[in-house]
């Protein structure tokens, strides 16, 4: 089952990176002159042009499969937000069955030449009987979380909807709210245009309830005017359609006004829209994966440097001492190369500095001249130390190998030095780091050392 899932996977894969290479070829080829570089120095024995394609094809097969599968799952949100609505034949709601809920929807209600945005509506579940009540009473808890005030800026200026939350899940309260003076606040606790322009007062009472236990809580407001035309048009709309709905509430639909005051009203139900949300993501994550392939290569030759100044103090070392025991220059080399490579035939890792040798070997063997090799892998490394390896070497080769042997001593003798600085440094470097989490370790316990301390002198 395992193969069978691989092979399946590594299908889907090939499609995508089958597309990959046919928009890698049709696509024009800016800003590979970098990356070209990068491979040609990170992968010498290779094919440069075939190392880029694969590079391209990767991260692009990559990018086409999130694509992909980002704009399937977005189609799919979108297709059921569409799904989803509750209104039916541009005015009805089902009502959902006792116990499953009110039905909470949002609108654009246009009536006439006015636009409500945002317009909410409740559609209450079925309604109970008395005897049903009864039964699920026990059973039945609600939670509430009030946020009364809503925009206003306090209980003295009320001229902005309230907002009368009945319940939160996870606590087992009721509330209901009773209006003191409804000529000024509608039910669903929206200030009325008949409330005088100098303010009433007048207040909520918040019913809290839960089984035997009952509690009031009276609440003074001054209310003022509300704010526009649409805030009264809107409380208009919702009175009636809370007294529609309470002389309807056994039946199975609930009908939304299809005129109002000689004017058609047009309802558009608001959804939610996931799917530019995650199409946004998706096209992220492609950004993200295009680009981070490349800060990898930049990175791995950042790393190839540094593994290749770790290497050199024992490559030099190497190369005195079988000098220094009789062998030429070009018999040292290869001595170096191939004892790696053996190494490496037998489970060893792949070091940069020892590859770049291997290649020269190679270059020397296909009849390339022994100064022009040294100076392909001088090239090649770009790492200063090297340069000045090589330096010494071309010299031997054009000038004899007079004091050659010194030189590659004194040479050795830098190199372990400047190995041996380099590691003090990191050494340093990370003590400095290790600063910023011992001084909050050193806060920490002088916090447990104090507090008890300050509060039994207290």
Known sequence: MKEQGKKEESAVLKFFYKAAELLYEKMPKIGHKKLEEEYRILEPSENTENVLRRHFVSKMGLCLLLLTAGICFAAVLHLKSIRSGVLEEGNRIRRNETLEGDIMAEFTVTVGEETLENFEVVVEEKALSSEEIREILPDFYRALEEELLGENVSADEINKPLVLSETVEGYPFFVSYEIGNREVLSRDGEPKQEAPPEGTLTEIIALITYGDYGEEYVIPLMVYPPEDTKTALAEAIREYLEQNSKETEEEEYFYLPSEWEGMKVTWTEQKKEKGLVVLGLVAGACIAVYFGKDREVSKRMEERKQEMEEDYPEIISKLTLFIGAGMSVRGAWKKIAMDYRTKKEKGGEKRYAYEEMLFTVYE??????????????????????????????????????????????????????????????????AGTKLLVPMFMMLIIVMAVIMVPAMTTMG
Not at 389 to 404: F, I, T
């Open 364 to 429: 020397l063997e296909r009849g390339i001249e022994e100064v022009a090799a040294y100076g392909h892998f001088s090239r090649r490394c770009g790492v200063q130390r090297y340069v000045k390896m090589v330096a010494l070497l071309e010299q031997n080769a054009k000038m004899g190998s007079r004091g050659l042997l010194s030189s590659l001593q004194r040479e050795s003798k830098d190199a372990f030095e400047e190995r041996k600085s380099r590691a003090e440094r990191k050494g340093e470097e």
